[in-house]
């Protein structure tokens, strides 16, 4: 007979959020790169895309994660176990307009590996970032996203943010190829 604290935990019961490190930026960056490859694939040229590797994503991070651009620029984690499946950063929000004011706080990048979607780690991370940006006395959260990503569309209106009507234009490859984004907004 089993002894009852020796049953295995469920899958979730793994599954947690911590303040991102140094050395989580390898993973960091291959998720990265996974996500930004997947979601600009009908998007971008294929020489773009190649782009997006991991160790140019890890070496960023590595060094924003050495020296933060503020003291509110955090990087979170999310974690299987002990494996880094997704992370934001948080930071400041860019004042860029009338509407955006220096107590708004800015989701810079959310991005969940493909394979741990569905279990709750955006989520997770989401709220993260929420409790964290009110810690740091943001008032409102704003996070710009591709026009035409459905998916995060729909993950960021379930979770309370609206688009506010900005958008722009993002260069995102070297030969100046853009994408176009939208701001969405949430009160915190």
């Not at 997947?38 to 773009?48: M, N, S, T």
């Not at 620029?73 to 934001?88: D, K, M, N, Y």
């Amino acid at each position: 007979m089993s002894h009852p604290h020796e049953h295995s935990p469920g899958p979730l019961a793994d599954a947690s959020v911590r303040t991102g490190r140094v050395n989580d930026a390898p993973a960091v960056g291959l998720v990265q790169a996974t996500v930004w490859r997947d979601a600009f694939a009908d998007v971008l040229p294929a020489e773009v895309l190649d782009t997006f590797d991991a160790p140019a994503f890890t070496t960023v991070w590595r060094h924003s994660l050495q020296d933060p651009p503020s003291a509110l620029h955090r990087l979170l984690v999310a974690c299987a176990g002990e494996q880094v499946v997704g992370f934001v950063a948080i930071g400041p929000a860019e004042v860029t307009d009338e509407s955006v004011t220096e107590t708004d706080g800015e989701l810079l990048v959310l991005a969940v590996h493909p394979q741990a979607r569905r279990s709750g780690h955006g989520s997770r991370l989401l709220n993260a970032a929420a409790d964290t940006l009110r810690a740091g006395d943001r008032t409102a959260v704003l996070a710009w996203l591709p026009a035409t990503d459905e998916e995060s569309r729909a993950f960021t209106d379930a979770a309370g943010l609206a688009p506010d009507g900005a958008w722009r234009e993002r260069v995102v490859g070297p030969g100046g190829q853009t994408v176009r984004e939208i701001r969405v907004r949430a009160s915190l």
